[in-house]
């Protein structure tokens, strides 16, 4: 089977918000599971959200999560220059395994 | 804090093996179950293993079922893997990764900063 469906690349302006889809099927989206990561190049991913909307301590309010049906999305509000950055989403799998989307590449112009 | 290091990578034959293991501080170890997690160079991330916080259940990514061996030493806090018959596509940046629970495949609350194996003749 292969993996979560995210776009190549999303860009926006310092100021706008963007969203990041993630789409899978009713094998893995649709279990509520959802986990979004930033990854910046050479470093290891940070999590971003988990269970689809929940955020960590530490992460800004700017990052919230949605979800609806088999494609959860995250969106980056009031986009900074800090947020170029490579975004994964991540899903449990009903054959009892993780699995993740391509990756994302947001652009602030 | 949370801190995860790897051990060092390193370059492997084909055909050969390789244990990584990781040092886990901060944090009770024993609570939460752990992965690991890979990135082939220039590629996306792919989670390869899981294991729960008492070792009683284990998983795979399909790539390297039969090949690579998930395991944890809670009193020492201590992550491993051991890697069988490497193959090319086994080069990575692996990654030692916390779970936010002590069972099964949530999600990765904390992340090492990964080592690099280059499986190579």
């Known amino acids: 089977q292969s993996g979560l469906t995210q776009p190549a690349s999303v860009s926006g302006s310092p100021g706008q918000s963007i969203t990041i889809s993630c789409t899978g099927t009713?094998?893995?989206?649709?279990?509520?599971?959802v986990s979004w990561y930033q990854q910046n190049t050479g470093k290891a991913p940070k999590l971003l959200l988990y269970?689809?909307?929940n955020r960590p301590s530490g992460i800004s309010n700017r990052f919230s999560g949605s979800q609806s049906g088999n494609t959860a999305s995250l969106t980056i509000s009031e986009l900074q220059a800090e947020d170029e950055a490579n975004y994964y989403c991540?899903?449990?799998?009903?054959?009892?395994?993780?699995?993740f989307g391509g990756g994302t590449k947001v652009t602030v112009l | 804090q949370v801190r995860l290091v790897e051990s060092a990578g390193g370059i492997v034959q084909p055909g050969r093996s390789l244990r990584l293991s990781c040092a886990a501080s901060?944090?009770?170890?024993?609570?939460?179950?752990m992965h690991w997690v890979r990135q082939a160079p220039g590629k996306g991330l792919e989670w390869v293993a899981v294991?729960?916080?008492?070792?009683?259940?284990?998983y795979y990514v399909d790539s390297v079922k039969g090949r690579f061996t998930i395991s944890r030493d809670n009193s020492k806090s201590l992550l491993y893997l051991q890697m069988n018959s490497l193959r090319v596509e086994d080069t990575a940046i692996y990654y030692c990764?916390?779970?936010?629970?002590?069972?099964?495949?949530?999600?990765?609350?904390?992340w090492g900063r990964g080592t690099l194996v280059t499986v190579s003749s």
């Open positions: 269970e689809v909307k």
């Open positions: 009713s094998s893995d989206i649709t279990f509520n599971s």
């Open positions: 991540t899903s449990y799998r009903d054959d009892i395994s993780l699995v």
């Open positions: 294991i729960w916080f008492d070792a009683e259940y284990k």
């Open positions: 901060g944090f009770t170890f024993g609570n939460y179950a």
């Open positions: 990764a916390r779970d936010g629970y002590a069972s099964g495949l949530n999600y990765f609350g904390s």
